[in-house]
């Protein structure tokens, strides 16, 4: 039987890739620990770091966006209206804009 040992990781796309972040991590220790292959241990390690910087920075968008999802499926489906999308999109809103900078006083 050949292959399949790292589940055909060879042949994987990068959606598929970004499932597999403990497989991958595994290659890179696996060309790491040849000793002669650090050019390709290191750039699978830069592969697998910059999958988890993705997952990351994705997670918190899609948790930021998550409400204002919610808020359009529920009125959509005409279980909410749209002043409650507007609401959630007010918290939204106020969420990104961060903590207000205090005023100079006028002098």
């Known amino acids: 039987m050949s292959g399949g040992s790292w589940d055909y990781l060879y042949c994987k796309d990068v959606d598929e ?19 002669y292959a650090d050019d390709v241990a290191r750039e699978t390690q830069e592969l697998v770091l910059i999958l988890r910087q993705f997952k990351n920075h994705a997670r918190v968008i899609a948790d930021r966006l998550s409400p204002i999802w919610r ?32 005023k100079e006083d006028a002098k």
């Open 17 to 35: 890739l970004v499932q597999r972040d403990e497989m991958l991590q595994g290659m890179a220790d696996r060309l790491a620990g040849l000793g």
């Open 71 to 102: 808020a359009v499926e529920w009125w959509d489906s005409s279980d909410t209206v749209e002043e409650d999308f507007k609401t959630a999109l007010a918290a939204y809103r106020k969420a990104s804009a961060g903590p207000e900078k205090p």
